[in-house]
């Protein structure tokens, strides 16, 4: 075409996309044809730009081939590699005040040119675009997609939140989608058309669906741009509709905006009623735990409204399912594309997919509950903790936070709890971190959807490092997206403390579950004790440098210490910990009667679990006294003991040891995770290789109770040691240098 014709206005250019499509290109240009001829009747200019972008052999010799044939047509040729980067190439050489899109294996129906196009004319320019009111996919699949225009800004930015409702068949003016490009699917993205159509939301303008329209999509097992994005776990862009400022002022007022929909919008073919209950149903459980956000969602049900032509009916229900202009426009497109021929059976049994699903409204709902917990908009270092309970690991997490909030106070924190259980010592939290109760406010959702909000999550936030700590869904996630966490160069830091045995002698825990998996991507590894440090090295070959101790701090308090024994002649043992499992407090009860003859006496304290009830307790012999419950070790009465007891069968740096240490109570132990780096064998106490053997730990016991004079030689090479390792002075500098370390 003469370069002089190429700068003249027209009003409509029609943009195909060609990759790899070879001969399929011929039936779409032939739709495309078909579409132009009810537009030429309405003396609407158009023309038609194809644009080749890494062309296959195929494709190329199509093009070579009939090139003398495409009249009416343009032909670019590049090498973008990128859908978004080919479309937005086109739209800059189009002359039309209007443009839409079609993939050059894809189909239109014959009116959706002269529809959406007299429908743009009709509006205010720039304010609206035109969707087609339904899909279908043939090919590897049949079936027929039901699409949903909009309701209100507020409801469809956290409708938008699971996924795009909307596909790439466009029409729109030229100067939006020049305003608006499309954003390059670079590594690690995806989704051109769902980001595009967040900021037409974002920017208040109207997805509306133009009746008695439809695209036929091919569809190809295996081999799809959209499935490749997919199951490489691609994430969509940080975009504007969903800042964390923008979705924490959604209210109920925003909700109820006046729908500015057309009356093209009204026609839209929607969920028959039987389909819209069975989603209220199935989405309002969640519904029902989010205050605001249910209000807002059950607004998104009602203004979502019937329509004016024939609804689609249920699958098993003897009403027509398919309205006639659809069946109509099916066969119609027969006479280009033979594969295409909706028969009595297809139009029958084939599978109706609507573009909302209960999925949406719950992942809309729970993304608007999980930043309404923020109070930034962007955030720095994510820290992933499966919950903030009572346990060492739950303290730890709140006293690394601190530290490293203290070290840098002006970036933000964020604390995601994964677990669907509460976090009581959350509150511990200073003000300035931010806690997300992630896993109860998503306990009911899938994994897939919890990773798209995790996505969100992180995207948006703008956070450079990601830090796990025994969080199963962090790992996860990291595990599954790591074409994103590479090419967005997120630090990744990974924490474990600890290695559990069951009763069969099986080794586990997130140091041998998790942390291997997810290694070659973290920036650098860290435990609160050496042991783990050396099981990494030796079994799994990790390289010592990559490796951290960051030893656990406590808050040493000033006790009036007697001298000991309390009691001449006399041993008063504490135990403190859970009556659980690998707490081993049967194994205390056969210690107890070991020493029935001694006088030596052992007092249980803490919280047990079902299996370590009433009954259990009867079992104690008399010298085996089981208290009560505590809350903090230091509300014990630890000046009337002489020695402390650990008996778990695995551990990290058992907090409850450290505590023990600052009370100056000599220890004796089972010789487990970092105990042996904290306590020396007969220097500072005494460690049993033997974790299960009774008799060993009685032996001890009598030999403390024989030598009274090692009680304060152990206890105070064992505070001499707390002093310089775990107070939370040496932790701050500690966390100072691993900032440092990872250039925070």
């Keep these: 075409m003469p370069e002089a014709n190429r700068t003249k206005v027209i009003d409509l250019s029609v943009i195909i996309t060609v990759h790899a499509e070879g001969i399929l290109l011929h039936k779409t240009l032939a739709s495309v044809h078909r579409a132009l001829l009810p537009l030429y009747k309405k003396s609407a200019s158009s023309e038609i730009i194809i644009h080749v972008d890494n062309p296959t052999t195929v494709t190329k010799e199509y093009v070579r081939v009939h090139k003398q044939h495409l009249s009416n047509t343009t ?16 739209v800059q050489k189009a002359r039309g005040r209007y443009v839409t899109f079609i993939d050059a294996d894809d189909l239109m129906s014959e009116k959706w040119l002269v529809r959406a196009y007299t429908f743009l004319e009709s509006k205010p320019t720039g304010q609206y675009i035109a969707h087609s009111e339904s899909t279908i996919e043939f090919g590897a699949e049949d079936s027929v997609i039901v699409k949903h225009g909009e309701t209100n800004q507020a409801t469809d930015t956290l409708l938008t939140v699971f996924s795009n409702r909307w596909n790439s068949i466009i029409m729109a003016p030229r100067a939006l989608l020049l305003e608006e490009p499309y954003v390059a699917n670079s590594p690690g993205y995806g989704y051109e058309d769902w980001n595009l159509n967040c900021r037409f939301i974002a920017r208040g303008l109207h997805n509306v669906l133009i009746p008695k329209t439809v695209i036929f999509v091919r569809r190809k097992a295996g081999n799809s741009e959209w ?8 994430v969509l862009r940080a975009n504007p509709l969903f800042s964390f400022n923008r979705i924490r002022n959604l209210s109920l007022s925003s909700a109820n905006e006046t729908e500015a929909s057309s009356t093209a919008a009204s026609a839209a073919v929607i969920l028959p009623p039987s389909t819209m209950q069975r989603l209220k149903r199935r989405a309002v459980p969640l519904l029902r735990r989010v205050p605001l956000a249910e209000r ?9 409204r019937p329509v004016t032509a024939p609804a689609f009916t249920e699958p098993n229900e003897p009403a027509k399912r398919l309205p ?10 027969h006479t280009i594309e033979k594969q295409l021929f909706p028969s009595d059976e297809l139009v029958r049994t084939v599978q109706i997919y609507n573009s909302l699903t209960p999925e949406h409204y719950q992942t809309g709902e729970a993304f608007k509950n999980l930043i309404d917990h923020t109070t930034h908009n962007t955030y720095h270092y994510i820290l992933f903790v499966p919950w903030i ?42 003000k300035g971190i931010d806690f997300m109760p992630f896993g109860l406010i998503t306990q009911h959702l899938s994994q897939e ?100 101790v960051q030893h656990t701090p406590i808050a040493i308090p000033k006790l009036k210490i007697p001298e000991r024994p309390v009691t001449k002649n006399r041993l008063r043992v504490l135990w403190a910990a859970r009556l659980c499992p690998e707490k081993q407090p049967e194994l205390v009860a056969k210690i107890g009667r070991l020493l029935k003859d001694k006088p030596i006496t052992i007092d249980m304290y803490g919280s047990a679990d079902e299996a370590y009830g009433p009954a259990f307790l009867r079992t104690l012999p008399p010298n085996v006294r089981y208290k009560r419950p505590y809350d903090g ?27 023990a240490a600052a009370a ?32 060993d730990y009685a032996a001890a016991l009598t030999f403390l109770l024989e030598h009274p004079q090692l009680l304060k030689i152990y206890s105070e090479k064992l505070y001499q040691t707390l002093l310089e390792r775990h107070t939370e002075t040496a932790y701050k500098a500690q966390i100072q240098h691993y900032a440092k370390r990872i250039g925070y």
């Design 296 to 304: 807002i969602g059950r607004k998104a049900y009602r203004m979502v």
């Design 664 to 695: 100056k109570l000599p220890l004796v132990s089972s010789k487990v995770g970092g105990i042996p780096d904290f306590a020396h064998h007969k220097q500072s106490g005494l460690l049993l290789p033997d974790l299960e053997q009774a008799e």
């Design 227 to 234: 499935l490749r994005q997919k199951t490489n776990q691609l």
């Design 449 to 548: 959807l919890q990773f798209r909000l995790l996505e969100q999550l992180i995207e948006n936030s703008s956070a450079e490092y990601l830090h796990i700590l025994n969080s199963a869904l962090g790992y996860d996630f990291v595990a599954t997206h790591e074409a994103y966490i590479q090419a967005t160069n997120k630090k990744i830091i990974a924490t474990s403390f600890s290695q559990s045995v069951d009763g069969t002698g099986r080794v586990f825990g997130y140091s041998h579950t998790h942390v291997p998996k997810a290694y070659e991507l973290t920036t650098v590894v860290t435990t609160d004790n050496q042991a783990v440090v050396d099981m990494w090295v030796r079994e799994y070959g990790f390289d010592p440098a990559k490796l951290i």
């Design 633 to 659: 070790f230091f509300t014990l009465p630890v000046e009337q003991y002489d020695v402390y007891l650990y008996t778990s069968l695995f551990d990290g740096m058992p907090i409850a040891v450290l505590e």
């Design 75 to 90: 032909i670019y040729t590049n090498h973008f590699g990128d859908l978004g980067s080919s479309r937005n190439f086109a």
């Design 324 to 333: 006639d202009w659809l069946v109509a426009e099916w066969r119609a497109m």
């Design 389 to 430: 309970k009572t346990g060492g690991a739950d303290l730890l997490s709140v006293h690394f936070a601190t530290n490293l909030k203290a070290v840098r106070p002006d970036k933000n924190i964020l604390i995601i709890a994964t677990m669907p259980t509460d976090s009581p010592w959350a509150s511990k939290l200073p």
